[in-house]
């Protein structure tokens, strides 16, 4: 069955440096997003992305966050300058179509996680 | 600003049982509703979607309703076992974001 794939799995940085966590989204998916669950609470939407464009961002998408699908096949998250409070599971998810499409297509795939600890 | 709540936050029951699992929202203008598996440590995994025309959606022992004029989804489970211990979400969707509820973590013993 087909999956989304994140790397790295675990990442320990120290507070102000730079991450960038890594997707590859199913195949013949068109929207991709980032959600993010800090441990013990809910899973929060971040951004989601379509066409080489952010379609929709959170107000937890700050500046300090970006997204870029640098070929054909990868999906990335940037995190510039990683504060204690970015520590949390991230999550990549993907989707062949969203609201309006038929029902099969909103469906979203999630990936495994990568798990952010900022020291 | 959409708000979920899940009720109950958590539940162990022998195997066998048949659960409810009920979900609220507070903006009914959605355009449909996941519930998801959350294993430990893991992704979430897609169970049911409802488009928000329809009532209820099925897959295998999950039975999924949806009242989007009150707010209210619900997740029956039909004979519960062990393999089904794990948090489930649920998540209605306006635009391209999904909002998470916190979830209800089932334990189920054999």
């Known amino acids: 069955e087909p999956e989304v794939t994140q790397t790295p799995s675990h990442q320990v940085t120290q507070m102000g440096q730079e991450v960038i966590l890594r997707c590859v989204p199913i195949?013949?998916?068109?929207?991709f997003y980032w959600y993010r669950q800090i441990l013990g609470q809910k899973v929060e939407f971040l951004v989601s992305?379509?066409?080489?464009?952010?379609s929709e961002k959170s107000e937890i998408f700050d500046d300090q966050f970006s997204v870029e699908r640098p070929d054909g096949s990868n999906f990335t998250l940037k995190i510039r300058s990683t504060k204690l409070e970015d520590s949390a599971m991230y999550f990549c998810a993907s989707s062949f179509g969203t609201w309006g499409v038929g029902s099969g297509a909103n469906v979203l795939t999630f990936g495994a996680g990568s798990r952010l600890t900022v020291l | 600003k959409q708000e979920v709540t899940q009720i109950p936050a958590a539940l162990s029951v022998p195997e066998g049982e048949n659960l409810v699992l009920n979900c609220s929202f507070t903006d009914s203008a959605i355009y449909n509703l996941q519930w998801f598996r959350q294993d430990p440590g893991k992704g979430l995994t897609s169970l049911l979607l409802i488009q928000s025309s329809q009532r209820e959606q099925t897959s295998g022992r999950l039975n999924a309703s949806l009242d989007k004029s009150s707010g209210r989804s619900t997740l029956y489970i039909a004979a519960s076992q062990p393999g089904d211990s794990a948090t489930y979400l649920c998540a209605p969707q306006a635009g391209t974001a999904l909002i998470f509820g916190k979830g209800t973590t089932l334990s189920v013993s054999s």
């Open positions: 992305f379509y066409n080489n464009e952010i």
């Open positions: 195949s013949n998916h068109l929207y």
